[in-house]
């Protein structure tokens, strides 16, 4: 085939990368930022490169992410957080604004965002998102974070 085809290499090699974390519920959150931290030093990336940015919950995460953005410091960023629902509507008021910051700095300042957010309706929901059966959605977001960066580099 002769149609040009552009992807992304995982190599993470010379990027300055932001992680922004929340606190709220950080025994989750740790492991999102260790998988996250793992995945990038094996591919590549060097820890020395790396800034965590701590927050009080996911509410506060996308204002960070929008500073560090305009910084232009940053390769890419990773938003790591962790909602688990109540008994109240809260849950989808955090979950929302988050998701709606976090997609709407990405496409105003041109920094790739890996969403790393979970948004789960149980505590056993988010433990098995965070490192065990069903994987770690902080790799999964810091590989997504890292693929967009490489592809957008070549376009
Ligand atoms: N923040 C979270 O990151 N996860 C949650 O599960 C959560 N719950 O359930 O309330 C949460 N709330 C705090 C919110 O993100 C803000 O920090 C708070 O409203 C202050 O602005």
């Not at 932001?18 to 950080?26: E, L, T, Y």
């Not at 030093?41 to 800034?51: F, I």
């Amino acid at each position: 085939m002769s149609m040009k085809t552009i992807e992304g290499q995982l190599n993470a090699k010379g990027l300055k990368i932001g992680i922004v974390a929340a606190r709220f519920n950080d025994f989750i959150v740790d492991r999102l930022i260790s998988g996250a931290v793992d995945y990038l030093v094996r591919h590549g990336g060097s820890e020395d490169d790396l800034t965590l940015v701590r927050l009080p919950g996911a509410f506060e995460l996308p204002i960070a992410a929008r500073k560090m953005a305009l910084t232009g410091d940053f390769d890419g960023i990773v938003v790591l957080g962790a909602v688990i629902r109540g008994a109240t509507p809260h849950f989808d008021y955090v979950c929302n604004e988050c998701a709606k910051g976090v997609a709407q700095i990405s496409m105003d300042t041109g920094v790739p965002m890996g969403f790393g957010l979970l948004t789960c309706d149980s505590l056993d929901q988010a433990i098995e998102r965070a490192g065990s059966k069903a994987g770690n959605k902080g790799v999964e977001a810091a590989s997504a974070m890292l693929e967009t960066v490489r592809v957008l580099e070549q376009i």
